[in-house]
């Protein structure tokens, strides 16, 4: 129909209806005449046509469309109602009409006497939905960010900072210091003169100020109207537009992260504008807190480097003069006082050896090579203080994927471990576990209580006079460093069966 018809009742209902519509309405003849448009199709066309084509009663119909709508021939709406009248086919699209800043979810259904169409004003939809891209686009380009590992901190910052500052549309992003009652700025994407990097000013005279002051962001849409004029901040900074929050290390203030601009805004920041902000904050709280704990493992490292300097070198050379005093004294009388003296003497390079070992294991075996177990077991049993001892294995397959020193190291512990338990003739056997994932070290000797068994990978844990409780902690040091898990459980034997497992074949 290219518009309802007159006269009857239900030609006026049809009529009130259409005109109760929230979306425009209107219909066309075969000539591009407006027949009927609604209320909301009148104001649409209205607004569109030029002042001399609307009546003086602001009336549309009549009207030739193309010729009272300047530029409409060039538009997609001329086009697609133009199919829709050729091929006497429905069409719907959506379309932006520039003049009106608009944009129309179109549907056109034509007839033997024209079209009628209906216009839907859907531009709050469409700014949803480049706010959803937009915001997106941003999330994505900050995961970039924070996951390159080649950019320092700073260029992280200032990067998160541009990238803000276009999401927002300002011109400036600041990181701020506060320390002593003083702003600093220490990272800046900004071109305004006192939101450089390295510029300060007292706290009272910064927007900062009330930033830290609240446990949410502060937000600033337009200064001057939200009564700043008489604060020092915006005497100092003339800033209209402002949004921060605050930026904490380890639960203590550290600062905050702005944006802002000398002009005021049009509109509210929106809530997934805040969020945005407010992970920019906690992301900067992140990596300030990384960084804060990469400096001091930085400083402890250096401290365990000089306790392995001085355990190396001014404790194991006066060891080394000492047993060779004691090998002299040996040789000169026969004392019962010696063999004491030798056994302490012992007791003490083991425990300088154990030292060593444990400041050594820090770092994860990140390259892992092929291993024979069996002969790395034989290897360790050899150098391991076995005595009398005797070693079986019962491994199947082929090698392991470890690092094969400190897998040596670890079975050398879990030896002397089951001699110093076990006695000079203690039976330990190698083997791989049922299931496949790992391999077990078992012994014949008392075993470990059930109460103890989560405490002997603890430092300083022993249960005999001569040990020094570092063996099997070095043990749980390298299963951790190969990413590895470790349990105790009773052997077969009564004794102690340790069963190492997320151990990878080779």
């Given at each position: 129909m290219s518009g309802p018809p007159r006269g009857s009742n239900s030609d006026r209902d049809l009529q009130t209806v259409l005109d109760r519509m929230a979306d425009g309405f209107f219909a066309l003849d075969a000539d591009w005449t407006v027949t009927y448009a609604n209320e909301a199709g009148r104001r649409i066309l209205r607004s569109a046509m030029s002042d001399g084509a609307v009546?003086?009663?602001?009336?549309?119909?009549?009207?030739?469309?193309?010729?009272?709508?300047?530029?409409?021939?060039?538009?997609?709406?001329?086009?697609?109602?133009?199919?829709?009248?050729?091929?006497?086919?429905?069409?719907?699209?959506?379309?932006?009409?520039?003049?009106?800043?608009?944009?129309?979810?179109?549907?056109v259904f034509p007839d033997d006497d024209g079209l009628s169409?209906?216009?839907?004003?859907v531009s709050e939809r469409r700014e949803l939905e480049r706010r959803q891209r937009e915001s997106l686009r941003a999330i994505q380009q900050l995961y970039a960010v924070s996951s390159d590992h080649d950019r320092t901190f700073e260029e992280k910052?200032?990067?998160?900072?541009?990238?803000?500052?276009?999401?927002?549309?300002?011109?400036?992003?600041?990181?701020?210091?506060?320390?002593?009652?003083?702003?600093?700025?220490?990272?800046?994407?900004?071109?305004?003169?006192?939101?450089?990097?390295?510029?300060?000013?007292?706290?009272?005279?910064?927007?900062?100020?009330?930033?830290?002051?609240?446990?949410?962001?502060?937000?600033?849409?337009?200064?001057?109207?939200?009564?700043?004029?008489?604060?020092?901040?915006?005497?100092?900074?003339?800033?209209?537009?402002?949004?921060?929050?605050?930026v904490s290390v380890d639960g203590e203030q550290y600062g905050t992260l702005c944006f802002a601009a000398t002009t005021p805004r049009d509109a509210p920041f929106t809530d997934t504008q805040q969020t945005f902000v407010r992970l920019l904050s906690r992301w900067v709280s992140y990596e300030l807190e990384r960084r804060r704990a990469a400096e001091r493992l930085e400083r402890e490292r250096d401290r365990l480097d000089e306790f392995v300097s001085v355990v190396s070198h001014d404790l194991r050379?006066?060891?080394?003069t000492a047993r060779g005093r004691l090998d002299l004294l040996a040789d000169d009388c026969d004392s019962d006082h010696v063999e004491p003296v030798e056994r302490s003497l012992s007791r003490m390079e083991t425990?300088?050896?154990?030292?060593?070992?444990?400041?050594?294991?820090?770092?994860?075996?990140?390259?892992?090579?092929?291993?024979?177990?069996?002969?790395?077991?034989?290897?360790?049993?050899?150098?391991?203080?076995?005595?009398?001892?005797t070693l079986e294995t019962a491994v199947d397959g082929g090698d392991v994927l470890a690092d094969e020193e400190r897998l040596r190291q670890l079975l050398e512990n879990l030896f002397r471990n089951a001699a110093e338990h076990g006695g000079d003739d203690a039976t330990v056997t190698v083997g791989s576990l049922a299931d496949g994932s790992g391999f077990y070290v078992a012994d014949d000797g008392p075993g470990i209580p059930e109460a103890e068994r989560e405490q002997v990978f603890e430092t300083g844990y022993t249960t005999t006079a001569d040990g020094t409780g570092f063996g099997l902690n070095i043990v749980g040091e390298i299963v951790d460093a190969h990413g590895w898990e470790i349990r105790v459980v009773e052997s077969e034997d009564g004794g102690a069966r340790f069963e190492i497992t997320g151990v990878e074949s080779a």
């Open positions: 009546g003086g009663d602001g009336t549309v119909e009549g009207r030739d469309l193309w010729d009272s709508i300047p530029g409409s021939a060039e538009t997609q709406f001329y086009d697609e109602y133009h199919r829709a009248m050729e091929t006497q086919e429905p069409v719907s699209f959506d379309s932006y009409y520039e003049p009106l800043d608009t944009w129309f979810d179109v549907r169409v209906y216009l839907r004003d910052v200032e990067a998160i900072l541009r990238l803000g500052c276009e999401y927002l549309d300002v011109p400036n992003g600041f990181l701020t210091r506060i320390d002593d009652g003083t702003q600093r700025v220490v990272v800046s994407h900004a071109d305004h003169p006192l939101l450089q990097a390295g510029e300060t000013c007292p706290l009272d005279e910064a927007y900062c100020k009330r930033t830290i002051e609240r446990d949410r962001l502060l937000t600033v849409v337009d200064a001057s109207d939200e009564g700043w004029e008489s604060d020092p901040a915006y005497e100092t900074f003339g800033l209209e537009t402002y949004i921060g929050g605050q050379n006066p060891l080394t425990l300088v050896d154990d030292l060593l070992t444990l400041a050594r294991e820090g770092s994860d075996v990140e390259d892992p090579s092929p291993v024979d177990l069996v002969a790395t077991a034989t290897d360790a049993w050899e150098t391991a203080d076995t005595r009398r001892g």
